[in-house]
């Protein structure tokens, strides 16, 4: 079964740091495209970044731009989001998503379940 | 910065007919994808490429896209179909994905 778990999501103080992880299983990691994308409590959804198969492009929302830092290992089958500075704004749910190939302009067809930061004092 | 706009509701009686747009600047020109989310549940891709159905997802669900509207349709609409629905696109220009303001279908 194609399978994305997100993981290392909690409460956080303002200027804190948190890394989330998304583990994924079910299908070969290494050929897809990786996203990460936020959803504030009772918001719309917001693209937070992106990264290629091999990491060879690397793209953030301008409001994140600085500040988080996406990676992966594919020898782990894993994603990360190290993030740094967070801010009250940050505090949102964090999904882990598949890109449907290896284009830029891609759906997202698989996404994780998800999970909560919370930037608070 | 690419903004796509989608009205805040959309309300439909069963069996009826449900039309979702998405409006952005010469939207035609991109890749529209289309997401459905219910209530404390993950985004479900439902169209993408404008029109394209993943597999598992009801002949329903259609998708058209040009000019600057991009639209989801529901056919035979179900109680089931109650949801958020968010639109999406890369904008190349930025190098940016960018979501939809979200649309929610309420369910007559």
């Known amino acids: 079964e194609v399978q994305l778990v997100e993981s290392g999501g909690g409460l956080v103080k303002p200027g804190g740091s948190l890394r989330l992880s998304c583990a994924a299983s079910g299908f070969t990691f290494s050929s897809y495209s990786m996203n990460w994308v936020r959803q504030a409590p009772g918001k719309g959804l917001e693209w937070v970044s992106s990264i290629s198969s091999s990491s060879s492009y690397i793209y953030y929302a301008d409001s994140v731009k600085g500040r988080f830092t996406i990676s992966r290992d594919n020898a782990k089958n894993s994603l990360y989001l190290q993030m740094n500075s967070l801010r009250a704004e940050d505090t949102a749910v964090y999904y882990c998503?598949?890109?449907?190939?290896?284009?830029?302009?891609?759906?997202?067809?698989?996404w994780g379940q998800g999970t909560m930061v919370t930037v608070s004092s | 910065s690419y903004v796509l706009t989608q009205p805040p509701s959309v309300s439909v009686a069963p069996g009826k007919t449900a039309r979702i747009t998405c409006g952005g600047n010469?939207?035609?020109?991109?890749?529209v994808h289309w997401y459905q989310q219910k209530p404390g549940q993950a985004p479900v891709l439902v169209i993408y490429?404008?029109?394209d159905r993943p597999s598992g997802i009801p002949e329903r669900f259609s998708g058209s896209n040009s000019g600057n509207t991009a639209t989801l349709t529901i056919s035979r609409v179900e109680a089931g179909d109650e949801a958020d629905y968010y639109c999406q696109v890369w904008d190349s220009s930025s190098d940016r994905e960018v979501f939809g303001t979200g649309t929610k279908v309420t369910v007559l």
């Open positions: 010469n939207i035609g020109s991109k890749s």
């Open positions: 998503a598949r890109s449907l190939g290896s284009r830029a302009a891609d759906a997202f067809d698989i």
């Open positions: 490429y404008d029109s």
